[in-house]
């Protein structure tokens, strides 16, 4: 019984590991910042997954008492990844394209890199 | 094994954490700079979590929680001041 909880566990970091490694490699191998959004937002985050997913299977199969931290990890992590990502490439399209080289939106507004939003005085983000 | 398992992810992340550091060193851009960051935060939070199970005990979650937590807001912060930055001034 405890071998079966070793296996699964090691199985798991190891998928971490490789996940994580991946990510951060992407960000060295490619070649634009655009292409390096993918690298890490996701990979990495599959890696801290697993590896969350390791450490709950391990405090549960193996010490034995349920632990609930890794949830709110896992939580936080996912719901902060897609507005970092978000905000990066909004700093990237503001330092680097010009308002008329993007295209058209379909809709009443402009891009919010450029453009607020009529009657609200909400600011960017 | 699971000792094995543990170095051999501890050997992954500490290699990422380099690559992250070679990128915010000759980044080109500071998108590139934050990006970086961000995976470094990303990388040090499964450290400690991967130190967690090393140890067996369940007092690093909070640390992590944290470095999560500060993190993300230092991304947003640095990203906003990009942005405000060049739009307002």
Known sequence: ?125 | MITLALLFAFVCFGLGLLFCLWRITTGPDNADRILALDTMVINVIALLVLYGVWKGTAVYFEASMLVAMVGFVSTVAYCRFILRGDIIE
Not at chain 1, 35 to 60: C, D, E, N, W
Not at chain 1, 69 to 78: A, G, K, M, Q, Y
Not at chain 1, 85 to 103: G, S, V, W
Request: aromatic share 12%.
């Open chain 1, 1 to 125: 019984m405890p071998g079966y909880a070793e296996i699964l566990v090691s199985a798991f970091i190891v998928l971490g590991g490789l996940f994580g490694l991946v990510g951060s490699f992407g960000l060295i191998k490619l070649r634009d910042t655009m292409q390096r959004l993918h690298g890490p937002t996701k990979a990495t985050t599959l890696g801290i997954g697993s590896v969350l997913i390791a450490s709950m299977t391990y405090f549960y199969l193996i010490k034995g008492h349920v632990s609930f931290h890794e949830l709110l990890i896992t939580l936080f992590l996912f719901l902060t990844a897609p507005i970092t990502a978000n905000f990066i490439a909004k700093a990237y399209i503001t330092r680097h394209i010009r308002e008329q080289d993007l295209p058209a939106t379909s809709s009443d507004y402009g891009w919010s890199v450029y453009d607020d939003p009529p009657g609200k005085e909400t600011e960017e983000g």
